[in-house]
């Protein structure tokens, strides 16, 4: 088993049965994979984030801002749009060069930006410059962890250390009883966070964090 993204090369070794990355960066992990690996991905999908905003709007129609690096997040905003009939998207690839001027872009034309989990664009280095943009021009910002939502993100679904074990036993337990490898995943279970001192700056009177949860939970089973 592999836990740290730095050892995912050790999954080019096709002398081990299976491998299991856990807690991989879903682009790191691409680069590596192979058909006697699978994994536990690290952070959460954005399909699961815009389900996070439509709670927070409760189905009503919103300009979601998402500026990405790697095509493999616009693969999935593609794939998830016909879930969110009431969403216009703005995106925007970037490049480390007109990164911070397009995300301020976004931020200017969004009800909502959307972080993905890149720690190139989204890092302790550029947080504050987003979070002050997403403030003066009031378009809360959603994701792309915990960590972020402390520091003053409006909101952010997150999976918790329970969560991936239970994510990884299941897995073990489904190779143990087929010889089969689960396809790669994001945990299943997984909590809302929401910073209310963020959100009451905002205007933003949002409901508690469970009910959230629920709210994600029957929109999903609907």
Same mark, same amino acid.
């Given at each position: 088993m592999v836990v740290s993204d730095h050892l995912l090369p050790l999954l080019d070794n096709n002398n081990y049965r299976a491998s299991i990355a856990l807690y991989a960066d879903v682009i790191a992990y691409r680069k590596h994979h192979n058909a006697k690996?699978? %994994?536990?991905?690290?952070g959460q999908p954005l399909r699961r984030q815009l389900e996070l905003i439509n709670a927070l709007v409760k189905g009503s129609a919103a300009r979601i801002? #998402?500026?990405?690096? @790697?095509n493999y997040y616009q693969e999935e905003l593609e794939k998830s749009k016909s879930n969110f009939q009431n969403f @216009?998207?703005? &995106?925007?690839k970037v490049d480390l060069h007109n990164a911070q001027r397009q995300i301020n872009k976004a931020i200017q034309d969004s009800h909502f930006l959307l972080a993905t989990p890149e720690r190139e664009l989204y890092n302790a280095q550029s947080i504050r410059g987003i979070l002050l943009a997403s403030l003066r021009h009031r378009s809360p910002l959603?994701?792309?962890?915990?960590?972020? #939502? &402390?520091?003053?993100? #409006?909101?952010? #679904?997150v999976s918790q250390t329970e969560h991936y074990a &239970? %994510?990884? $036993?299941d897995m073990i337990h489904t190779y143990i009883g087929t010889d089969t490898l689960s396809a790669p995943h994001y945990p299943q279970e997984f909590d809302v966070k929401v910073n209310y001192n963020v959100a009451e700056s905002l205007g !933003?009177? !949002?409901?508690?964090?469970e009910a959230l949860k629920k709210?994600? !939970? $029957?929109e999903k089973n609907d």
């Open positions: 690996s699978s %994994a536990i991905f690290s801002g #998402v500026v990405f690096m @790697d @216009d998207f703005i &995106t925007a959603i994701g792309p962890s915990e960590s972020f #939502v &402390t520091a003053g993100a #409006v909101a952010s #679904v &239970t %994510a990884l $036993r !933003l009177n !949002l409901p508690g964090e709210f994600m !939970l $029957r």
